[in-house]
C-alpha cells in the first residue's frame, strides 16, 4: 500500500489488477484485504481458471460491493489498469506494456523468476524494486516500534 500510495498519492478510485497464481497467491490476498478499506477501487482477477481466486475472496469482494472482473487475458486488461501485481504463470515484456497507461505502476513481491522480462525493469512503470525498499522502511520502523526505540 505504501507504494502504491507513494507513486500514486491515492488509495482509492483505482483499477487495481492482480495476476497469476490468484488461488494461493497470500500477498494477493492480503492486497486485496487491504485495499477494500478504500472507496471505489474496481479490481480485474486475471489468471488461469485452475489458479483463480478462492470463493471466500470472492465473496468479499461481493460484500464490500467492489467492482471486479475474472480474465484469462492479460494482455487485453494492460489498458484499463492503475496498478498490476504479477506473480507466476504470466510474462511481462515491454511487448505488452505498449498500450497501458503512463501512470500504470507494476507491483511484484519479488524474488521474480521469470513472471517479468528483465527489459521492463528499466521502464518508469517497475514499481517493484521501490516496493521493496518501501517494504523494508515499514518493516524497520514496526521492529523499532515492537522494540520502543521509536521517536513518537
Request: hydrophobic residues 40%; aromatic residues 6%; glycine residues 6%.
Given at each position: 500500500?505504501?507504494?502504491?500510495?507513494?507513486?500514486?498519492?491515492?488509495?482509492?478510485?483505482?483499477?487495481?489488477?492482480?495476476?497469476?497464481?490468484?488461488?494461493?497467491?497470500r500477498t494477493v490476498h492480503s492486497?486485496?484485504?487491504?485495499?477494500?478499506?478504500?472507496?471505489?477501487?474496481?479490481?480485474?482477477?486475471?489468471?488461469?481458471?485452475?489458479?483463480?481466486?478462492?470463493?471466500?475472496?470472492?465473496?468479499k469482494l461481493k460484500e464490500a460491493?467492489?467492482?471486479?472482473?475474472?480474465?484469462?487475458?492479460?494482455?487485453?486488461?494492460?489498458?484499463?489498469?492503475?496498478?498490476?501485481?504479477?506473480?507466476?504463470?504470466y510474462v511481462l515484456t515491454p511487448?505488452?506494456?505498449?498500450?497501458?497507461?503512463?501512470?500504470?505502476?507494476?507491483?511484484?513481491?519479488?524474488?521474480?523468476?521469470?513472471?517479468?522480462?528483465?527489459?521492463?525493469?528499466?521502464?518508469?512503470?517497475?514499481?517493484?524494486?521501490?516496493?521493496?525498499?518501501?517494504?523494508?522502511?515499514?518493516?524497520?520502523?514496526?521492529?523499532?516500534?515492537?522494540?520502543?526505540?521509536?521517536?513518537?
Amino acid at each position: 500500500l505504501l507504494t502504491i500510495h507513494r507513486t500514486l498519492g491515492k488509495l482509492s478510485g483505482l483499477t487495481i489488477g492482480v495476476c497469476g497464481d490468484l488461488k494461493f497467491g497470500r500477498t494477493v490476498h492480503s492486497l486485496i484485504d487491504a485495499m477494500l478499506r478504500y472507496p471505489n477501487n474496481r479490481y480485474i482477477l486475471i489468471s488461469p481458471e485452475e489458479l483463480r481466486l478462492p470463493e471466500y475472496e470472492i465473496e468479499k469482494l461481493k460484500e464490500a460491493g467492489a467492482e471486479f472482473k475474472e480474465t484469462k487475458d492479460l494482455e487485453a486488461s494492460i489498458p484499463e489498469l492503475d496498478y498490476l501485481r504479477l506473480k507466476d504463470i504470466y510474462v511481462l515484456t515491454p511487448e505488452k506494456l505498449k498500450n497501458a497507461k503512463e501512470s500504470l505502476g507494476i507491483l511484484h513481491p519479488l524474488p521474480r523468476v521469470n513472471e517479468i522480462s528483465v527489459q521492463v525493469d528499466q521502464d518508469k512503470r517497475a514499481k517493484y524494486f521501490y516496493q521493496t525498499l518501501c517494504g523494508k522502511q515499514m518493516r524497520m520502523a514496526l521492529i523499532l516500534k515492537l522494540l520502543g526505540l521509536d521517536k513518537d
